[in-house]
């Protein structure tokens, strides 16, 4: 048997854990007169540290009566309490038995007030459904007398139930006990697996409840179902402490996979993350900001994932993409996990199409399968169902089913949740699992897997062949384009800043965003880093997207700065509060109250983008110029007004220093598609971009900090001012540039990133430093000539891509992980940019 350190160590990482004990003779020690038998302090206060923990409950089920309980705990902050061992739930208990049982109750207490005048010592509790008689104090051959009369008496009346304790005879009206107390609790509360905690007789009847991953432990000496036993309370109060440790490090995610230690699969409809031990824990169907249907990344494992292992868990897996696709190979020893997501014929692009997630078990050897699917991040019972060939996901408006021929299975109920356990051994032919969102055929697929396999590899690796990759880092580079591309909606065109939400950019803080949607900002960069690689289709499709965005907005200057990925604007910010966050870190949102935020910054990068798609050739049409035209439009409208800029701090609007610079880039690169396309100069236009440089350069820049400050008249730094420079609204040779490149470096930069800003925001903790700043930084080394400082910083910040050369958002430089949603694509946006311009100048 497991020793009893061990077994608290997995039980506490259960997803969703009820802790249950008795009262006397574990939280307070047995005494004469039970009126003063008071809880062990530290039991108390650990048990209230839990019950505050996510999915964690805590209950105490004890023979006292519910109001009698309630006074012994004092403040339950939380805790479950149970009285009259297992009788009473609640307070109205008392006025909810019928009226027969009352009166059996009372003819009991007669019963025993008549045996409780023949001697001293004896002592009578009175609870709602029953009768205690009590003998702890009375004399041996009196006690025992007394037992023999009442057992003999009222104890074999009809209706009456008998409860044995120490030194106690409890006769009940109402057929209940402690097991099945913690059964109704258990199925309440959606308990996966239970820890209980008693002394006595009475106890053993929730002993005998548990089963699975469950844990009893019994106090002090006696026969016990219980698997594991400590000697007193005092124990107990020790347990409890280390109880209340284990579980605390599970809610901050002590055992938390590295987020840039996930990879990726994307069919350009949705976007699923996977562990380096091939477990899924992050799925959203059918797009990429529907509810998640597997959550463990957010949520733990009661919110859902999908892994697929050896049966000997200790052998370590090793895991890389094919060089030219999104396809993913997870290796241990002899075994091979091969998954992708099929992109065969033209799925990507339909509007009403599925997602097929493969996954292909290769090598010899026993394999275990854990599907365990949520709904709605796991806040929604999940049933699943076993029919020939597979699994049937029941409860969801669209089918959901998991081909998988040959996989015995069996059904685990977790909670509410079903979870579906299976092995299969391979050996020579491989076994195929198919996860099929949008049908319910279980039905062999037409085309066999290997024609599958190979449509989908040429499906990323055929657009990759037709980039210009420059000799810089160029696996990285190549790397980051095809997770730009995944991150790319193939029906819409819309393009998403993040495949996740609420990963942290302060671990256990509050700074947890839902980037799940398509920014114009974030969807121009992305697709101008794709520009500048040789792709325009993403370009063309983004720019699609936003003038049906367009066509049902009031005005240009009214655009949000973000949209669903289908053009749509979001709805209100919501949080998940049955989530326990990744590493603790809590609230889980959905939504983006950016949405309603002005951000003038964001009509730069549309135009920029468009300016791109001048200088390669591609294909402008009159469409295109009237979208310049009204980006135009809405600066000259709003470009005075102070906004929330870029960085969404939610505060105050202010006049901010990027922002302005943005919105100078607007008219700039306006005036320049001007020139190419129509062979004309607006001269209104070039007066309101020198009006707005001029605007910058008086307001922006602050002479005592020797740089482009935050917002106009602070002394605050900030990294998307350098901008001022690589964007060409001043000269980058300009000492004003150069010094702000400098206070820059010497404030925000630590080793290898570069801090959005270190201003108050708002917002308590404190975050990582920003990729994309670093990006921008290096940029700006380049721009001032300082190429090996560029060089340096650069090979660096390559060094923070995880194993599979995905980045994410930020990178914290104490604990050396990355934070923030996963993968960004500023992140990767900025790597090719800036392997690009480091090429250009070599």
């Known amino acids: 048997m497991m020793d009893l350190s061990d077994q608290l160590e997995q039980i506490t990482r259960q997803p969703t854990l009820l802790i249950a004990c008795d009262y006397d003779g574990t939280l307070a020690p047995i005494v004469s007169n039970p009126s003063d038998a008071r809880a062990d302090r530290e039991s108390l206060v650990a048990l209230r540290a839990l019950a505050h923990l996510p999915s964690t409950h805590v209950a105490v089920i004890s023979g006292r009566s519910l109001s009698d309980l309630s006074e012994m705990m004092g403040e339950t902050d939380g805790i479950h309490l149970v009285g009259s061992h297992g009788s009473e739930f609640d307070v109205g208990f008392a006025q909810e038995i019928s009226k027969e049982a009352k009166e059996l109750r009372d003819r009991v207490l007669e019963e025993l007030e008549r045996v409780a005048e023949t001697g001293d010592g004896f002592g009578i509790e009175t609870k709602p459904a029953s009768i205690a008689f009590h003998y702890r104090n009375a004399n041996e051959v009196k006690a025992q007398e007394a037992v023999r009369t009442i057992e003999s008496g009222c104890a074999a009346w009809d209706g009456v139930h008998v409860k044995r304790g120490k030194m106690v005879i409890e006769l ?37 409840m548990l089963t699975g991953p469950d844990v009893g432990i019994k106090v002090g000496p006696g026969a016990s179902a219980a698997s594991y036993r400590v000697g007193d309370t005092h124990d107990i109060a020790k347990l409890l402490a280390r109880v209340t440790q284990l579980r605390q490090e599970w809610a901050a995610g002590a055992d938390a996979t590295p987020i840039e230690e996930h990879a990726m699969l994307s069919d350009q409809r949705t976007v699923a993350l996977m562990t380096s031990a091939a477990r899924i824990t992050w799925l959203c169907a059918p797009r990429a900001d529907s509810p998640a249907i597997f959550a463990e990344l957010v949520g733990g494992p009661s919110a859902g994932f999908f892994s697929i292992g050896p049966s000997d868990s200790a052998l370590e897996a090793g895991q890389r993409y094919m060089r030219e696709a999104n396809t993913l190979e997870t290796k241990w020893g002899g075994l091979t996990v091969t998954d992708y997501m099929d ?47 597979g699994l049937v996901v029941e409860g969801l408006p669209d089918p959901v089913v998991l081909r998988a021929p040959g996989v015995t299975w069996e059904i685990v109920k977790h909670g509410v949740h079903e979870t579906a356990v299976g092995e299969i051994e391979v050996f020579g032919k491989p076994a195929v699992l198919e996860l099929r969102f949008g049908t319910g055929d279980l039905s062999e697929a037409k085309l066999s897997e290997s024609e599958r396999r190979s449509q989908t590899t040429k499906f990323w690796s055929k657009w990759l062949a037709g980039l210009s990759v420059p000799e810089v880092m160029p696996d990285l580079v190549r790397r980051s384009a095809l997770a730009l591309r995944g991150l790319v909606h193939g029906p819409t065109g819309g393009v998403l800043a993040a495949a996740t939400t609420s990963l942290p950019e302060d671990p256990g803080g509050v700074r ?10 974030d969807g121009a960069i992305t697709c101008e880093a794709l520009v500048r690689l040789g792709s325009n289709a993403e370009a063309i499709r983004f720019l699609d997207w936003l003038l049906g965005v367009l066509d049902k907005t009031a005005a240009p200057e009214r655009l949000a700065p973000v949209y669903t990925i289908t053009g749509h604007e979001l ?5 998940l509060a049955e989530l326990p966050g990744y590493m603790g870190s809590r609230p889980v949102r959905v939504g983006n109250g950016a949405s309603t935020q002005l951000q003038l910054d964001v009509f730069g990068p549309v135009v920029e983008l468009i300016w791109r798609l001048v200088e390669s050739g591609a294909p402008v049409t009159f469409e295109h110029w009237q979208l310049v035209e009204q980006m135009v439009q809405a600066v000259e409208r709003r470009w005075m007004e102070p906004d929330h800029g870029i960085w969404e701090v939610r505060v105050e609007r202010r006049h901010w220093v990027h922002s302005k610079i943005m919105c100078w ?36 820049y602050n002479q005592e900090a020797r740089a482009f400050t935050a917002w106009y008249g602070s002394d605050e730094l900030d990294a998307s001012v350098l901008l001022v420079g690589t964007m060409g609204l001043i000269d980058p040779e300009d000492e004003r540039f150069v010094s702000t490149v400098d206070r820059i470096e010497a404030e925000l930069l630590e080793g290898p990133t570069v801090y959005r800003y270190k201003y108050n925001d708002g917002l308590p903790g404190h975050e990582g430093g920003f990729n994309f700043c670093t990006n921008w930084l290096i940029d700006s080394y380049i721009a001032v000539g300082r190429e090996r400082d560029a060089w340096a910083l650069f090979n660096e910040f390559a060094t923070l891509a995880g194993p599979t050369g995905l980045i994410p958002e930020e990178y914290d430089t104490k604990s050396g992980r ?17 392997a690009l311009n480091l090429a250009a100048c070599s």
């Open 172 to 208: 009940g009206v109402v057929n209940t006990n402690k097991g099945k107390a913690l059964e109704t609790l258990r199925k309440r509360l959606g308990a996966s697996a239970c820890l209980f905690m008693g002394d006595d007789v009475t106890d053993e009847d929730a002993f005998a």
């Open 818 to 834: 990355g934070l923030g949603n996963h993968p960004q694509a500023y992140s990767h946006a900025g790597f090719i940019m800036n």
């Open 343 to 389: 992109c065969s014929g033209a799925r990507p692009t339909q509007r009403a199409g599925r997602t097929d997630l493969v996954r292909v078990i290769s090598g010899t050897g026993k394999v275990r399968i854990e599907f365990a699917p949520r709904l709605d991040f796991g806040r929604v019972a999940t049933q699943i169902a076993i029919r020939d060939d």
């Open 665 to 700: 880039v607007t008219i700039d690169r306006a005036i320049k598609i001007g020139q190419s396309y129509l062979g004309k100069t607006r001269n209104d236009w070039q007066e309101l971009a020198d009006t707005i440089r001029d605007d910058v350069l008086a307001h922006g």
């Open 512 to 521: 947890n965003w839902d980037y799940r949607y398509c920014w114009l900002r």
């Open 571 to 575: 709805g209100p910010e919501a949080e």
